[in-house]
């Protein structure tokens, strides 16, 4: 069964304390993972899409990397308006449709 | 770049009434659009695809004579929750993408449907 799972549940920084997020995943024949951003009451903003081992992708503070088995959000010396809930998703099989994991909670303090 | 609006961004209603949640499109015609529900502190849970023109798909253990999904057009995807209870509570997020470019899925920004 393709599986999404997200680690740490919550994480807590400091203003310009670096950290990444994980996410691992099983699924048969990737078709890319996705990384979406989302703040409280509020639809899911995409960030990412990695296709294959290896690729890294940046944008601002943010830079995703994919392996075999995992993904990681590296996030470099973040701000607090880097608050907010990371997602990542893969697509199941041959289907558009995104399962999710569960998320990532991020609180960055001044 | 693709954007998904949906309306209304809150609605609360009574125990054994039905809720209309609308689903659009904006800038391009999506033939597919899925619908997912989220709880407090939970992730998102995908509930079905809606289909242009043809009946919804829905995932396991969603009861789709309670959660009616109707895809008239190329832009408009609907979400009616009939008899509400209580537990239908939640946070309902549709999402599309556009088939003739390479983008990702995007996302509308939810309907808090609240069932008192």
């Known amino acids: 069964e393709d599986q999404v799972t997200q680690s740490p549940e919550a994480l807590r920084l400091q203003e310009g304390e670096s950290s990444s997020l994980n996410c691992s995943y099983t699924v048969s024949g990737l078709r890319g993972l996705f990384w979406y951003r989302q703040d409280p009451g509020k639809g899911p903003e995409f960030l990412f899409t990695l296709y294959s081992a290896g690729e890294e992708k940046e944008k601002e503070r943010l830079k995703a990397t994919l392996t075999k088995k995992e993904s990681f959000l590296h996030i470099t010396a973040p701000k607090p308006e880097d608050s907010a809930t990371y997602l990542c998703?893969?697509?199941?099989?041959?289907?558009?449709?995104?399962?999710f994991g569960t998320g990532t909670l991020l609180a960055v303090q001044p | 770049g693709a954007v998904v609006s949906q309306h209304p961004s809150w609605v609360i209603c009574k125990s054994g009434t039905s809720v209309k949640i609308e689903c659009r499109s904006l800038?391009?015609?999506?033939?597919?659009m899925f619908w997912y529900r989220q709880f407090p502190k939970q992730s998102l849970m995908l509930m079905a695809t809606?289909?242009?023109?043809?009946?919804?798909?829905?995932e396991q253990g969603v009861e789709k004579d309670k959660f009616l999904i109707n895809h008239a057009s190329l832009t408009l995807s609907t979400l009616t929750v009939t008899s509400a209870h209580p537990e239908d509570s939640s946070f309902y997020i549709c999402?599309?993408?556009?088939?003739?470019?390479?983008?990702?899925?995007?996302f509308g920004n939810g309907t808090r449907l609240t069932v008192t």
């Open positions: 999402s599309a993408r556009d088939p003739s470019t390479d983008s990702p899925l995007h």
């Open positions: 998703a893969v697509p199941p099989g041959a289907t558009n449709k995104l399962i």
């Open positions: 809606s289909n242009e023109g043809s009946k919804a798909t829905y």
């Open positions: 800038d391009f015609q999506a033939t597919t």
